[in-house]
């Protein structure tokens, strides 16, 4: 039976049982570059080299549009410039703070990501181009609450560095 067309008279067990495959499905996709945010990113605390929260207007702004932290969201195409797509970064066009991690690229984990292909109609002299993933060896994630991931990420340098 498929989990929206459940009633209330299905067991509980086996309301455990249909939301348990269904997010064993979502586990086991292979997004393309442009949903790498369905992904999942796993990073040991001995491969951060620095963690920081970003709030300031200008410095947001540069995150956004620097071509070092190009990538795809869900909603907007690659520029033109694009050659590959950052995977880690997950910068949105209207975020206001994000949590910058610098990371040693070789010893992180994420879910495998494929290439994908976008067409723009001989624009440029080619009818589609591939945008291949490249993990970045900085991670960019907005984040809604700056205040307390500002601690948490002070509450683990304290943590690493007792003597601060």
Not at 45 to 74: F, H
Not at 80 to 101: D, E, K, W, Y
Not at 104 to 129: E, L
Request: charged residues 20%; hydrophobic residues 30%; glycine residues 4%.
């Amino acid at each position: 039976q498929h989990p929206r067309t459940m009633t209330r008279n299905t067991s509980r067990e086996q309301r455990h049982t249909t939301a348990t495959l269904v997010k064993s499905l979502a586990t086991h996709r292979t997004p393309t570059v442009n949903h790498q945010s369905w992904g999942l990113f796993t990073c040991p605390w001995s491969a951060v080299e620095d963690a920081r929260i970003v709030t300031g207007r200008s410095e947001v702004r540069r995150l956004k549009t620097s071509s070092r932290y190009y990538t795809l969201n869900n909603r907007w195409g690659p520029a033109r410039a694009m050659t590959h797509c950052n995977i880690g970064v997950l910068t949105s066009p209207f975020m206001r703070a994000a949590l910058v991690i610098d990371v040693d690229p070789t010893a992180v984990t994420t879910t495998p990501i494929r290439p994908a292909r976008f067409y723009n109609n001989f624009k440029d002299g080619y009818f589609s181009r591939l945008l291949r993933p490249e993990m970045s060896s900085t991670w960019i994630v907005p984040t809604r609450d700056p205040e307390g991931l500002s601690s948490a990420v002070e509450l683990r340098d304290t943590l690493l560095d007792p003597n601060r």
